[in-house]
């Protein structure tokens, strides 16, 4: 059964001048996420390079949010508590000043939702 909200994490991403050898951001943020029980969704490449780290907050006729420059480092609970925001709201909106900080200051895209 498919979930009604979906956090994606761009498995691709990775900051400038990290090491290539090792584990991407995405993945690393996305390993963190399950770790502490998350559902989400991986996915390749968002195209979103220079904003990386990427992840996206979507569902069914809900507002969708693209979100960069995601440190797993230092935002993990930030996606985390982002996720349950937009889960708890109706339409996908969550009010602006209930996001995390990095959440507010690093939206890439809101995305209406598709009308049916």
């Known amino acids: ?14 900051h400038a001048g990290t090491d290539p050898q090792a584990a991407t951001d995405g993945a690393r943020l996305s390993e963190g996420l399950s770790a502490r029980g998350v559902p989400h969704d991986r996915q390749e ?7 990386s780290c990427v992840v996206v907050f ?3 006729g ?13 935002h993990l609970e930030d996606v985390a508590d982002m996720a349950r925001a937009y889960a708890a709201t109706p339409d996908g909106v969550v009010p602006w000043r209930a ?4 959440i507010r200051k690093n939206t890439i895209a809101r995305i209406p939702p598709i009308e049916v």
Do not use: F, H
């Open 99 to 102: 996001r995390p900080e990095v």
């Open 1 to 14: 059964m498919a979930r009604k909200n979906t956090l994606v994490v761009c498995t691709t991403c990775r």
């Open 58 to 60: 979507r569902g069914a």
């Open 45 to 51: 490449c968002l195209s979103a390079c220079k904003r």
């Open 62 to 74: 809900r507002w969708t949010y693209v979100q960069g420059d995601i440190d797993p480092d230092r």
